[in-house]
């Protein structure tokens, strides 16, 4: 357990003597469903997983803002005396990798984003859905918790855990076109929860011009599966992703 602010964070450290890959979960995932990444990978890499903030085995807190995910990245690397890991985020995970790398370029080797794209649902007809989504789920939450699916918050607080990650997405195409180091995408073709019509898929298309502006920036795969089961169906695209990444460390564009 790691204690950060006025919680503590259940941190798994395999201590390989690899290359030290640190995973970031989607919003109310817990570091399980890294599983299959991890297993695809094998015993070569250093894997550090942990959960977020009332997720998983994680202590609740009175903060589970953006921010303190991204300094929850910081006590995480402190305590496993890591410096420069490769960041493999999926959803949620993959835009706090985003914004970490931007703030810490020296420090970051790569990102690995699973499924995330800059756009999302803003303004209030954006906040209203997602706050009626999560009305409507506040019975279904608690049985999903213990798959890894929900956090421990109440259905308002995930509301808004989702609201913000939406405005930030949003507002990260500045961030992404400034990265200054090497970035590989793995993005699925389903909806995510909440989602319809191809709403995911027509947001995906964000990246194509920003992938033209960013060299650094590239798309290591699309694959078949929705958003919610990317990590599950498809975990050998997102390693040979890392593996990929990892070959190339140290040659960006600055």
């Not at 006025?6 to 003597?17: C, E, I, Q, Y």
């Not at 690899?18 to 890294?34: D, E, F, K, T």
């Not at 995510?192 to 027509?202: R, V």
């Not at 033209?212 to 599950?232: F, T, Y």
């Amino acid at each position: 357990m790691v204690p950060v602010d006025d919680t503590a964070l259940a941190v798994t450290d395999t201590r390989g003597s690899g290359r030290p890959v640190v995973y970031l979960n989607g919003a109310y995932a817990s570091q399980r469903h890294w599983r299959p990444v991890i297993a695809e990978l094998g015993g070569d890499w250093r894997h550090i997983s942990y959960d977020e903030r009332a997720r998983g085995r994680s202590k609740r807190s009175a903060d589970y803002s953006f921010e303190a995910c991204l300094r929850d990245v910081d006590a995480v690397l402190a305590a496993t005396g890591v410096d420069r890991p490769l960041l493999v985020g999926w959803s949620y995970g993959a835009i706090v990798a985003w914004h970490w790398a931007d703030r810490n370029p020296d420090r970051v080797l790569g990102v690995v984003s699973v499924d995330a794209a800059p756009c999302g649902l803003t303004g209030e007809d954006g906040r209203e859905r997602i706050r009626h989504l999560f009305r409507r789920m506040r019975l279904f939450l608690p049985l999903a918790r213990p798959l890894g699916l929900a956090a421990r918050m109440t259905a308002d607080e995930h509301a808004e855990v989702n609201i913000e990650l939406n405005e930030i997405a949003a507002a990260s195409v500045p961030v992404l076109e400034r990265l200054t180091c090497p970035v590989r995408f793995v993005m699925a073709t389903g909806d995510s929860l909440g989602t319809k019509g191809g709403e995911m898929e027509q947001g995906r298309t964000v990246l194509d011009p920003i992938l033209a502006r960013n060299p650094n920036l590239k798309v290591s795969a699309k694959v078949a599966s929705n958003h919610s089961k990317i990590l599950r169906k498809d975990s050998p695209a997102v390693a040979q992703a890392v593996r990929g990444l990892a070959a190339t460390c140290g040659h960006a564009v600055g």
